[in-house]
C-alpha cells in the first residue's frame, strides 16, 4: 500500500465532493468515496493484512486520509445546504400584496360607538351609565320635568302617542320618550343622593326622515344632584366635555334659553373645533364646519328646577343639581363630516363599515 | 317676533352707529335667540320717486294688457319732462300717485333698471310693486298707489322706509312680554344700560259707569276687560304709509286701518285686543264659558262647535268670539264695504291654561293665543285700550267715547322672598347684595329687605315664580359668559354594569365576526306577521300601536327586530352589496296583558312606590334583542380558493357568539318557528334556575318567506331574547385547573339514524366517557350508501387525561368504550368498523 495511492484516493475523494453540484451528487460521491466499497474503505480493511511494521504507517495514513474526506464531505454537505435553504426561501416567496378579504370586516354603528365614547367621558369621572324605557309614561317624560299639562313647551315636542285601553281615542298616559330626560327622573327616584348620571338612549318625535331631521335619533343627557353644585360646575363639566373630546384647547359657552326641567337654564356651544373661530368676520377663510360662526351648538343645559327634585323626591333645600343633553346625530355630523342625516338611519353597510370598532 | 330696528329705536336711544348685527349680539347674551338680521333695502339704490300719473295709453296686440304711461316726476328725472314708462299692471288710473323707478336704479336682487325697448316702446323706468321693492304682502296685489297727499318727486326710499334692519327672534315659551316691541325695547334698554320709554305708561281716564256694558261671568277666566268706544269714523280712512311699513316688517299684512290699529298697538305693548263693529253687537258684551255644543263661526270663515271649556265673549244672540283666540264673523269689522264706523275696543286679560286649551282644542293658533298662552301683562290693558283709541282718533278721524269700561277682578302681586344671597349659591359667583337688587330693579321687579329680599315681580313678567327664576335673572344679566369653570368632585362611581358592558361586548364579537350594525326604526306594519307565517294566536302579533304614526302602514311598534333588519338588507342588496352579515340589538315591545292609562301622578311631593308601580304597569314590556341576517357569500371566493355562502350554520354560530359573551351555555336543537325553514331551523334555549327558557331562533328563513319578500334565496337570520340570555348567564367564570400530564386521543366514528341529532350523541358520549374527558369534537359527519340509507357517521376526537397521572392506553379506551356503550344505548349508535 504505497503512500501515493492513499493521496490519490484523497484526491479522488476531496475532487468528487467539490465536484458534486447538489446535495444528490454529493450523496452519490458519499458512497462512493466513503461506503463500505470505497478505495479508502477497502483500504482500509487491507491493513489488517499487513506485516507489523507496515501497520503502524499505513494505518495512520489511512486514518489521516479517511479524517481529511470526512471533514470535506461534512464541509460540502452544509455548503450545499445552504444553498438549497437559500433557494428554498427564494422559492417559496409570495407576493404579499394579495388581498385577503375572505371575510368582509364587520363595524359597529357609529352612533353606537359615539354614544359610548361619550359617557366614557363620564364615566372615567366617576358618573354612571343610567338606561329607562323608550315607551314611557307621560309623567316621567313630561310631568315630573315641571312640563305641565298645558304648557306650552309640552306641545313644542311633536310627540308620538301610545294607544291605550281605548285604542286611538282618549289617552293613554304614554309616549315614546321625546328625550332622555325622563331616565333622570328614574335616576333621582331610584338612587340616594348624590347622583352623577348620563344617560344615552333612543328617542323619537313625529319628523318626517330627511337630510336633517329623523323621527328615532339618540340622546346623551347628563345629571349631577349634589349639595351646594353650581352653574360654575356645570361650566366646568361642559368644558372638559369638549376637550375630552375635541382637544385640550376647547371651551363651551352658555347662552341664556328656557328648559321646564332647568332654571336657570342654557343653550351650550362648543368653540368650532376646525377653525376655533378664526373664521368668524375673516371671509378669506371661511369655515364650513361652523358656518364661520365660530361656535357650534350642541344642546341645552341648566340647573336643576328644583320643581323636578320635588317631584323625583330629593330636598331641593339641601341639594342642588345641574342636567344637560344633546343629539348624537349631530355630534356625528360635524365630528366626521356626515351631510345626511339619511345615511346614518338606512344600515348602508358602505356607511357604516368605515367607522370600526370604536371611534 | 319680527323686530324692525327702526321701531326699536323709539322706545329706547340705541348709538346711532350700532347696527342691527351689534343690537343682536347684545339680545342674544341677555337670553333672547335672535336667529337672523334681514337687511331690508340693503341692495336698493335710487332713484325712487314718487310720480303722478299723466297718460295712459292702452297698447293693442299684445298677448296681456299693457299700458304705455307718462309719469310726472317733478325734477327727479333731470329735465322735468314726463317720465314714458311701459307698465303691466292695472290697479291704477290717471292722477294716481305711485312709485317710480328711474333709469341707474338697482332694486332689491340686484336688479338694475335701465331706459329699455319693450312692447314696441321705450320704458324709460318702472312703476313698482310692493313685491319689487321687497316690501312684503301688502294685499293689493298690485303696484302701489299712494295717498293722494304725497308730493311728486319725494324721495320714496325714505318715504316708504325701504332701508332697515330687523330682527327675527324666537321667543321662548317663558318670555311672553318679548312679544311685543316694548318687551325687546325692555331687554336692549337693559343691554346697553339706557333707559326705556315705556309706550304703557299713558294717561288713561278712569273707569265710569257710562262705558259699553259688559259682564264677566266667568273672572277666574278673564280677570280683566277693558271697553272703549270710538265713533265718527271715517270708512274711507286708510292705513297710513308709516303704520302699513310697520306691519309689513313686523311680519303682518295691513288689512284695514281699525284692524291694522289693533295690530299695531299688539305689536307694539303686547296686548291682543279686538275691535267690534258695534252696529253689529247686540246689549252687553259678557264673558263665559261655551254651552257644550254651542256653534261660532270664526272669522276664518270656520264654524265651530264649542267646548264646555272654551271661553266666549258673547252678545244677547250668544257667543260672537272665541275669548283670547279668534273674533266672530257676526261682528267684524267691515273692511270691503267701508261701512264700519262705529267701533268698541276690547283689551281684555284671559288665563293662559284656558286659551292654550282651546287654541289646541280648535287647532286655531293665532297671534293673539300665543300671546295669551305665554302671558300677557294685565296692567297693559287699559293703556292698549287708550293706545288703540288715540290711533282710531288719530287717524280715522274718530271721536272718543267718554265711557270707559274696566272690570277688574282683584289679584294681589305676586311676591318671592330669596335670601339675597341665592343667585351667587345657584351660580357659584360672588355678585353680591347691591348687585342682586340692581339686577331684579332692572327687571322690573321692587326689592325690599337686607339679607332677605322680598321681590315683588313686574305685572308682565308672570314666568318669575321661583327663587331660581330670579336667579336666572340677575346671572343672565351678569352675563353666562363670565360663568367661571369649575369641576365637582363625583364619588367614585361603579363603572359599567355587566348588562351595559355585555351590550358592549356583543357588539364588537359580532362585528369581528364579520356583521355589520344596523339601527333600523322599530315602527312595523301587522301584515308583516302574515308574511312570516306567524300563527294566529302568535304572542308576536300583540303590538304596541301608535295613535299617530308617522305612515298608517306602520303603525305599531316592532315585536321582533328581523323586520327592519331584513329591510336593511334588501336595501343593500338594491344598492348593488349581495354579501351581508347585519346585526342589531334594540328593544322590542310586547303591550300588557291587560292594557291601563299611565296616571298623571302629583308633582309636588315624591310619588309613592304604589303610584310609581302603577305607571311601570301600564307600560309594555321593552326586553332587548339580538339579531343577526346573512345573504350572499359568507367567505368570498379569491386567489385563495372558492368562496362558502352563508349557511343556517353561520346563523347558529352567531347565537352561540352571544351566549359566549353572556358566559351562557346555549341549548341549541331542533326546532320550527315562524318564517324560518322548517328544516333549517335552530331553537335556542337557555336555564334559567334550572328551567328550560326558549330565547330564539337561528337558521335559513323559509324559501317561500324569502320569495314573498322580495329577498334572496338562503337568507339567514337568528334572533334572540338578550335580557334572557344574560340572565342565564353563570356569572364569573372559574379558573380551571391545567392538568401537565400527556393527552391520550382516541377516535370514533359512530353510525346513527340520519334524525339522530349530533348533539344528543354528543351528550352521551361526554357523560359516558365520564371525568377523565377532557375535550370531544365532532370533526366528520358523511352520509353513503354503504351506510345505508337514513344513516350517517359521526366521527368524533375524544381527549383523555388524569390530574395525577399518564392514563394507559387501557384507562383511555375503557373510557371510550363506556362512551361509545352510552351512545349506543341512548342513540342506537354502532361503532363503526365494529
Known amino acids: ?359 | 317676533m319680527r323686530v324692525p330696528l327702526s321701531w326699536l329705536r323709539e322706545y329706547v336711544d340705541l348709538p346711532a352707529t350700532e347696527t342691527g348685527r351689534d343690537v343682536q349680539a347684545k339680545l342674544i347674551s341677555a337670553g333672547l335667540e335672535v336667529e337672523t338680521v334681514e337687511q331690508l333695502g340693503a341692495d336698493l339704490k335710487g332713484p325712487l320717486v314718487v310720480g303722478q300719473v299723466l297718460t295712459i295709453e292702452e297698447l293693442e296686440g299684445f298677448k296681456k294688457p299693457i299700458r304705455f304711461c307718462t309719469v310726472d316726476v317733478g325734477t327727479a328725472n333731470g329735465t322735468g319732462e314726463p317720465q314714458e314708462i311701459v307698465c303691466g299692471a292695472r290697479n291704477f288710473a290717471v292722477g294716481d300717485k305711485v312709485v317710480v323707478v328711474l333709469p341707474g336704479a338697482v332694486l332689491p336682487g340686484n336688479f338694475a333698471i335701465a331706459a329699455r325697448k319693450t312692447y314696441g316702446k321705450t320704458s324709460h323706468g318702472m312703476i313698482c310693486s310692493g313685491d319689487e321693492l321687497g316690501m312684503g304682502d301688502d294685499g293689493s296685489g298690485g303696484i302701489i298707489v299712494l295717498p293722494p297727499e304725497v308730493e311728486v318727486g319725494t324721495d320714496a326710499i325714505e318715504l316708504l322706509q325701504l332701508v332697515d334692519e330687523v330682527l327675527d327672534i324666537a321667543v321662548t315659551p317663558d318670555r311672553g312680554y318679548c312679544l311685543s316691541l316694548r318687551g325687546i325695547a325692555r331687554e336692549a334698554a337693559i343691554a346697553y344700560g339706557l333707559p326705556l320709554r315705556d309706550p304703557a305708561l299713558l294717561d288713561v281716564p278712569a273707569p265710569n259707569a257710562f262705558g259699553y256694558p259688559v259682564q264677566v261671568g266667568d273672572p277666574a277666566g278673564c280677570d280683566r276687560f277693558t271697553a272703549r268706544t270710538v265713533t265718527g269714523l271715517d270708512p274711507e280712512a286708510r292705513s297710513p304709509i308709516w303704520l302699513r311699513r310697520r306691519l309689513q316688517k313686523a311680519g303682518m299684512r295691513p288689512i284695514s286701518l281699525a284692524v291694522d290699529i289693533t295690530n299695531y298697538v299688539m305689536l307694539e305693548l303686547g296686548q291682543p285686543l279686538h275691535a267690534y263693529d258695534r252696529s253689529r253687537v247686540q246689549g252687553a258684551i259678557g264673558v263665559r264659558r261655551a254651552e257644550q255644543g254651542e256653534k261660532l263661526t270664526t272669522l276664518d270663515g270656520v264654524k265651530r262647535t264649542l267646548d264646555a271649556e272654551d271661553l266666549v265673549i258673547t252678545d244677547d244672540r250668544g257667543p260672537i268670539g272665541l275669548a283670547g283666540v279668534m273674533g266672530g264673523a257676526n261682528t267684524e269689522i267691515d273692511d270691503t264695504e267701508g261701512t264700519t264706523t262705529e267701533v268698541v275696543v276690547e283689551a281684555a286679560h284671559f288665563d293662559a291654561i284656558s286659551i292654550a286649551r282651546t287654541a289646541r282644542r280648535h287647532k286655531l293658533a293665532s297671534e293673539a293665543s300665543k300671546r295669551f298662552e305665554r302671558g300677557v301683562d294685565p296692567q297693559a290693558a287699559s293703556a292698549a285700550a287708550q293706545r288703540t283709541v288715540d290711533l282710531l282718533v288719530l287717524l280715522a278721524g274718530g271721536t272718543a267715547d267718554a265711557g270707559v269700561t274696566e272690570v277688574i277682578a282683584p289679584s294681589a302681586p305676586h311676591t318671592i322672598t330669596i335670601p339675597a344671597n341665592h343667585p351667587d349659591k345657584v351660580a357659584g359667583v360672588d355678585y353680591g347684595r347691591e348687585t342682586v337688587v340692581r339686577r331684579l330693579q332692572q327687571v322690573g321687579c321692587d326689592v325690599y329687605g337686607q339679607d332677605e329680599l322680598i321681590v315683588t315681580v313686574p305685572s308682565w313678567r308672570p314666568d318669575l315664580t321661583d327663587p331660581n327664576d330670579l336667579a336666572e335673572e340677575v346671572i343672565r344679566l351678569e352675563g353666562y359668559e363670565n360663568l367661571p369653570s369649575t369641576l365637582p368632585k363625583p364619588p367614585a362611581g361603579l363603572g359599567l354594569t355587566g348588562r351595559q358592558r355585555l351590550h358592549r361586548r356583543i357588539g364588537r364579537a359580532l362585528a369581528g365576526a364579520g356583521y355589520v350594525e344596523a339601527l333600523n326604526y322599530p315602527f312595523i306594519g301587522e301584515h308583516v306577521f302574515d308574511q312570516f307565517g306567524l300563527a294566529a294566536d302568535d304572542p308576536k302579533r300583540k303590538v304596541v300601536k301608535l295613535v299617530n304614526p308617522l305612515s298608517d302602514e306602520e303603525p305599531a311598534l316592532r315585536t321582533t327586530l328581523l323586520p327592519g333588519l331584513l329591510g336593511a338588507l334588501r336595501r343593500n342588496d338594491g344598492r348593488g352589496s349581495h354579501d351581508l352579515a347585519l346585526f342589531e340589538t334594540g328593544l322590542v315591545f310586547h303591550p300588557q296583558r291587560e292594557l291601563r292609562v299611565a296616571g298623571r301622578l302629583p308633582v309636588d311631593r315624591r310619588p309613592t312606590d304604589e303610584e310609581i308601580a302603577s305607571l311601570t304597569a301600564a307600560l309594555p314590556f321593552q326586553p332587548r334583542h339580538a339579531a343577526v341576517v346573512l345573504a350572499g357569500a359568507r367567505e368570498q371566493a379569491g386567489w385563495w380558493g372558492k368562496g362558502r355562502p352563508a349557511d343556517w350554520a353561520d346563523a347558529v354560530e352567531a347565537a352561540r357568539i352571544l351566549a359566549r359573551e353572556a358566559g351562557t351555555e346555549l341549548l341549541v336543537r331542533s326546532g320550527q318557528y315562524g318564517p324560518w325553514h322548517p328544516g333549517r331551523c335552530a331553537e335556542l334555549a337557555v336555564l334559567v334556575d334550572g328551567t328550560e327558557k326558549v330565547i330564539g331562533y337561528a337558521g335559513e328563513l323559509h324559501p317561500g318567506v324569502l320569495k314573498t319578500l322580495g329577498l334572496a334565496p338562503r337568507t339567514c337570520a337568528m334572533e334572540l331574547d338578550l335580557d334572557a340570555l344574560e340572565e342565564a348567564s353563570a356569572g364569573l367564570p372559574k379558573g380551571p385547573k391545567i392538568s401537565t400530564f400527556p393527552v391520550a386521543t382516541q377516535d370514533v366514528a359512530l353510525v346513527v339514524s340520519r334524525e339522530i341529532p349530533h348533539a344528543d350523541v354528543e351528550a352521551a358520549l361526554r357523560e359516558g366517557a365520564g371525568e377523565l374527558l377532557e375535550s370531544i369534537r365532532l370533526f366528520d359527519v358523511y352520509e353513503s350508501e354503504q351506510l345505508g340509507e337514513d344513516k350517517k357517521s359521526l366521527a368524533y376526537a375524544l381527549r383523555f387525561r388524569a390530574t395525577d397521572r399518564t392514563l394507559t392506553v387501557d384507562e383511555a379506551s375503557a373510557a371510550r368504550d363506556a362512551a361509545v356503550a352510552l351512545a349506543a344505548e341512548r342513540t342506537g349508535a354502532v361503532l363503526r368498523g365494529a
Open chain 1, 1 to 359: 500500500m504505497k503512500p501515493e495511492e492513499i493521496e490519490r484516493m484523497r484526491d479522488e475523494a476531496l475532487a468528487a465532493f467539490a465536484a458534486a453540484g447538489d446535495l444528490d451528487a454529493l450523496q452519490e460521491a458519499k458512497v462512493a468515496h466513503t461506503g463500505g466499497t470505497s478505495p479508502l474503505a477497502l483500504a482500509n480493511r487491507e491493513i489488517g493484512a499487513l506485516p507489523p511494521h507496515a501497520k503502524a504507517d499505513a494505518g495512520k495514513r489511512v486514518g489521516q486520509a479517511r479524517g481529511a474526506v470526512n471533514k470535506a464531505l461534512a464541509a460540502r454537505q452544509a455548503e450545499l445546504e445552504a444553498e438549497r435553504d437559500a433557494r428554498v426561501l427564494v422559492e417559496e416567496a409570495v407576493d404579499v400584496t394579495l388581498p385577503y378579504d375572505r371575510v368582509p370586516a364587520g363595524a359597529r354603528h357609529p352612533l353606537t360607538t359615539m354614544m359610548e365614547r361619550v359617557a366614557d367621558v363620564f364615566v372615567s369621572m366617576g358618573y354612571e351609565v343610567a338606561e329607562g324605557p323608550e315607551v314611557e309614561a307621560e309623567w316621567f317624560n313630561f310631568d315630573a320635568l315641571n312640563f305641565g299639562p298645558d304648557h306650552p313647551a309640552r306641545q313644542m315636542q311633536d310627540t308620538f302617542f301610545v294607544e291605550g285601553p281605548k285604542g286611538d281615542h282618549g289617552e293613554s298616559g304614554v309616549v315614546l320618550r321625546t328625550h332622555t330626560s325622563p331616565v333622570q327622573a328614574r335616576a333621582m327616584l331610584d338612587r340616594e343622593p348624590p347622583v352623577y348620571i348620563v344617560c344615552p338612549g333612543r328617542v323619537y318625535r313625529t319628523d318626517e326622515l330627511d337630510a336633517t331631521h329623523t323621527p328615532v335619533f339618540h340622546q346623551i343627557e347628563l345629571l349631577a344632584i349634589d349639595e351646594g353644585l353650581t352653574m360654575a360646575d356645570l361650566k366646568g363639566t361642559l368644558d372638559h366635555m369638549v376637550q375630552s373630546l375635541f382637544g385640550s384647547d376647547m371651551k363651551t359657552r352658555l347662552r341664556p334659553n328656557y328648559f321646564p326641567f332647568t332654571e336657570p337654564s342654557a343653550e351650550m356651544d362648543m368653540l368650532c373645533y376646525v377653525c376655533k373661530g378664526e373664521s368668524v368676520g375673516n371671509p378669506d377663510r371661511p369655515c364650513r364646519t361652523c358656518s364661520s360662526e365660530g361656535w357650534i351648538e350642541l344642546g341645552g343645559c341648566g340647573m336643576v328646577n328644583p320643581r323636578v327634585l320635588v317631584a323625583c323626591g330629593v330636598d331641593p333645600v339641601k341639594y342642588s343639581g345641574f342636567a344637560f343633553g344633546f343629539g348624537i346625530e349631530r355630534m356625528l355630523m360635524f365630528r366626521h363630516n356626515v351631510e345626511d342625516m339619511r345615511d346614518m338611519v338606512e344600515g348602508d353597510v358602505r356607511f357604516t363599515r368605515p367607522f370600526g370598532m370604536e371611534i
